[in-house]
């Protein structure tokens, strides 16, 4: 099972990190224009927030277990990127874009299976 959590955190880490990094990265108008409509209903910057969260929760998914240094920070990123995933499953859910809902709910489902698994019974 740790080998599972491993490669659960390794796949959500790699994901919320381009998705982060795309955020901080692209102008608000260019994420817009890509399919991300649901900038039009932020600021800018606080789309640079949830990427500057997603790319710190990424990091924090690895680092901290792979460093040895305060492990426990693993489960309190997944439970972070679990609820950032709420929100923004909330978001796409007022804006009636079903097929985002989807894609929020399976990265929820995976970040609170890693916050279970490494705050319960396989912790570091």
Request: proline content about 4%; hydrophobic content about 60%.
């Amino acid at each position: 099972m740790n080998v599972v959590l491993w490669i659960v955190a390794g796949l959500l880490a790699v994901a919320f990190l381009a998705a982060g990094l795309m955020k901080l990265t692209q102008p608000k108008k260019k994420l817009a224009d890509s399919g991300m409509g649901w900038t039009e209903d932020f600021s800018d910057g606080a789309v640079k927030g949830i990427g500057a969260l997603e790319v710190l929760g990424a990091a924090g998914l690895i680092l901290p277990a792979a460093l040895d240094i305060v492990p426990v920070l693993v489960p309190i990123a997944a439970t972070g990127l679990a609820l950032l995933m709420l929100g923004a499953a909330v978001t796409h859910a007022r804006r009636k874009e079903s097929t985002n809902i989807v894609v929020n709910i399976v990265l929820l489902a995976l970040a609170a299976f890693v916050a279970w698994g490494r705050f319960g019974p396989y912790a570091f």
